[in-house]
């Protein structure tokens, strides 16, 4: 992957756990404004607040059981549309030049049910032609339009597919996507709050478990990124916006193994390491369970044993090698590639694990409780509720502004 480039536009995507209340519109804005440098400009593609889609879907079926799959879209979509302008309007307020599109400027054409039409075409176009002018396109999430270029629904919480389509449209170096779980964890965390977040996850894994129901991504989003060899970086909703969760072709590490009897040789002379090794191969008596491994260790190449040397016969092998009986042997095992493998000396190794350990596995294990429902979830079902919950939210936003301006990595 490549360093930023300034005319490639970051893509973000919101979901609508972002959006519990009218504040958050403010937040997510203040996040947005502190990643604009200069020349980069953002499409932040967004979802409904939380719990709106469905309650229009509810308020729909009161009045017909099995509505019409036109106006079922036609309805649903308009949570996001709502959610797009409101978004614009609090990166206006900031002094941001931002826009919000609608279907016909996404570039996104599907064919299939109006309610789960299915994308059939990108066409970068629009996006780059919305971009013009401003700073910020803001895209309300899950809508496309079909060959008679009517508005339809891509289906359920495929806001995720938007925004990844949108990033293979604008060329952009990753999609983020930010929500109320800082990232995929290898369980559901409100169901098990000592799941743990994955630093990295392969697509192949992602998508076995999007497929398999885990809510987190959209399947179709994870497909069109692994085709088109797009980074997906899961983060928590904004201000916080934590890293959690990569999700690229490379495979994620496993464990973090630290090896507390390692014995160790130095070799500063290649060639004698070489031979070293060519007659322990010659008498490995089939009772060493652990084959040497070469580690570079400030500059010199060592050879390792993890496990240690029980019956001396490495210790007769390298006699003339000096033997470092204070570094041990810490090895990341990853899924499929070659273990990474570091010597440090004993001393320091429950800390190093430690620290390699939370570099692939952060510890954010604070999931616990009810998932968070916008209060004004019925904003468009029961508008007579909304003058007064939205001021009242509104007065209260004692929220810290956004953190982190941050450079892409
Ligand atoms: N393995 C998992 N890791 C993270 N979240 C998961 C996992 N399995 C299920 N989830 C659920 O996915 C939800 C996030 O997806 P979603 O509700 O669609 O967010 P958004 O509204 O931001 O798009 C979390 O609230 C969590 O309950
Ligand atoms: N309107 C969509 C929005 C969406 O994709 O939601 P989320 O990103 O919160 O899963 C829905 O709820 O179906």
């Not at 440098?37 to 308020?59: I, K, Y």
């Not at 059939?120 to 309300?140: K, Q, T």
């Not at 464990?255 to 507390?260: E, K, L, R, T």
Request: glycine fraction near 8%.
């Amino acid at each position: 992957m490549g360093g930023p480039s300034p005319e490639r536009p970051a893509v973000f995507k919101f979901g609508g756990a972002c959006f519990l209340d009218l504040p958050d519109y403010r937040t997510v804005a203040r996040y947005i404004a502190g990643r604009l440098d200069g020349s980069r400009r953002v499409v932040a593609v967004v979802s409904a607040m939380s719990g709106t889609t469905g309650a229009l879907q509810n308020a729909q079926r009161e009045l017909h059981a099995d509505p019409p799959p036109e106006l079922a879209a036609s309805l649903l979509l308009t949570a996001d549309t709502v959610s797009s302008l409101l978004l614009a309007t609090a990166l206006c307020e900031l002094g941001v030049r931002a826009r919000a599109i609608d279907a016909h400027q996404q570039g996104l054409h599907a064919t299939g049910s109006p309610e789960r039409a299915k994308v059939v075409r990108i066409d970068p176009a629009p996006l780059w032609s919305a971009l013009a002018g401003c700073e910020v396109v803001v895209v309300p999430g899950g809508q496309a339009v079909d060959r008679g270029s009517r508005p339809v629904m891509l289906g359920r919480n495929s806001s995720d597919l938007s925004a990844v389509a949108a990033a293979v449209a604008l060329g952009a170096d990753r999609c983020e996507i930010f929500s109320d779980v800082p990232g995929v964890y290898t369980a559901d965390p409100y169901l098990l709050p000592e799941a743990r977040v994955l630093s990295s996850l392969g697509y192949g894994a992602a998508l076995r478990m999007t497929r398999a129901g885990a809510k987190v991504l959209h399947p179709l989003a994870v497909e069109l990124a692994e085709r088109h060899a797009l980074p997906i970086l899961c983060r928590s909703r904004p201000p916080i916006a934590k890293r959690g969760t990569l999700i690229s072709g490379s495979t994620a590490p496993v464990a973090i193994v630290a090896d507390q009897r390692t014995d160790v040789w130095a070799f500063p002379d290649v060639s004698e390491l070489e031979h070293v090794q060519e007659r322990l191969a010659k008498e490995e008596d089939g009772d060493q369970v652990n084959e040497p491994v070469v580690v570079d260790y400030e500059g010199t190449r060592h050879l390792a044993i993890a496990g240690g040397d029980p019956r001396g016969i490495a210790h007769r092998v390298c006699v003339a090698a000096p033997h470092r009986p204070e570094l041990r042997l810490i090895t990341t095992v990853h899924g499929d590639h070659e273990p990474e493998r570091h010597l440090v000396p004993e001393s320091q190794l429950a800390e190093e694990t430690r620290r390699r350990h939370a570099r692939h596995y952060p510890d954010v294990n604070d999931h616990r409780g009810a998932k968070p429902r916008s209060p004004l979830s019925g904003i468009l079902t029961d508008p007579a509720n909304i003058t007064a919950a939205g001021g009242a939210l509104l007065i209260n936003d004692q929220r810290p502004t956004a953190e982190e301006p941050e450079k892409t990595t």
